[in-house]
């Protein structure tokens, strides 16, 4: 790939998703597509581009492909245990003591979930806090990524042992069915979770995520450069609810991005709050 190849395709794998690839990302990208290039019979980058540029229905299709190999889909059960620990304080307080469950259901979102570990997690804490509150609370969570591999793993809910690491062996036993080296997800759990493409740079696909209570948008704004951020960000807070949460990735920062949340310190991790 060569720097003038190199551009035009960045520049519209920005333009689509938000993620951008810094010139020293070069042959990251060229790596991550160069069987591709094999595979379709094109002879050059620049071949690839105008084919997705300017391509009909192939091209659209072709969109899927690339959407799954720009994309870093790392996560895992239980990831950042400082993060859920705030999250479970929140639920406690502001979700579980003071309402009996009649009201309307807790509305959750998991923007860019990748396989489906960071969603799960969630449901499986609020399954144990019902269970230790003693109380029913309703909840919803939404689970979007840009990915469909990715979204077509999550719905099965099958997972490795990598995935579970961060688990102990009384939760698996109590919320996976073992298989084999498998560990398969249980209806339960499952049941409460909604998964759906959603691409975080289109500001039209919020309308369907508004009201929501917390909004979990994890090691994701990494991937994109300072305005990509701003406007996912500003998106998102208008799709919470007066008072909700957002919690970002660990090494994310709100830092020249917003102002219009206050941070609220949790031992180990900051939550974003809408005001
Ligand atoms: C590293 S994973 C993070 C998964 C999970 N939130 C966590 O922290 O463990 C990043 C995810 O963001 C998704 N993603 C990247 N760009 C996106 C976009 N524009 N809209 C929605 N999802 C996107 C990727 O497909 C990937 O699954």
């Known amino acids: 790939m060569t720097r003038e190849e190199f551009i035009p395709l960045r520049d519209f794998i ?20 160069s069987n591709r290039l094999s595979e379709l019979g094109f002879e050059t980058y620049n071949d690839y581009y105008f084919f997705l ?3 009909n229905e192939d091209a659209k299709k072709e969109m899927i492909y690339l959407l799954d190999v720009v994309t870093t889909n790392e996560t895992s059960f239980f990831r950042n245990p400082p993060q859920l620990d705030a999250f479970r304080i929140i639920m406690e307080k502001n979700y579980f003591k003071n309402t009996n469950g009649q009201g309307m259901p807790l509305k959750i979102w998991s923007a860019a979930c990748s396989t489906g570990e960071e969603p799960y997690t969630l449901a499986i804490i609020l399954l144990e806090l019902m269970e230790l509150t003693k ?23 099958v997972y490795g042992p990598y995935s579970i690491r961060g688990m ?4 698996l036993n109590k919320y996976f ?19 759906d493409f959603m691409n975080l740079i289109d500001k039209q696909s919020y309308v369907k995520y508004r009201f929501m209570d917390i909004i979990f948008c994890r090691n994701v704004l990494i991937y994109f450069d300072d305005k990509a951020k701003k406007r996912v960000i500003d998106s998102i807070y208008e799709c919470l609810k007066p008072g909700g ?23 180990g991790s900051i939550v974003y709050q809408k005001g």
């Open 14 to 33: 920005y333009e689509k998703t938000g993620i951008f690839f810094a010139e020293n990302k070069m042959y990251l990208l060229e790596s991550r597509l």
């Open 168 to 171: 102990d062996q009384t939760m």
């Open 245 to 267: 949460f957002l919690t970002i990735g660990h090494a994310e920062s709100l830092h020249n991005i917003s102002r219009a949340f206050k941070p609220i310190m949790f031992p």
């Open 177 to 195: 069915t073992k298989n084999g080296d498998t560990y398969i997800v249980k209806d339960i759990v499952k049941k409460n979770v909604k998964f």
């Open 135 to 157: 109380r029913n609370i309703p909840f919803i969570i939404y689970a979007t990524d840009i990915s469909y591999r990715v979204l077509e793993a999550a719905k099965k809910g």
């Open 53 to 55: 540029k300017y391509g």
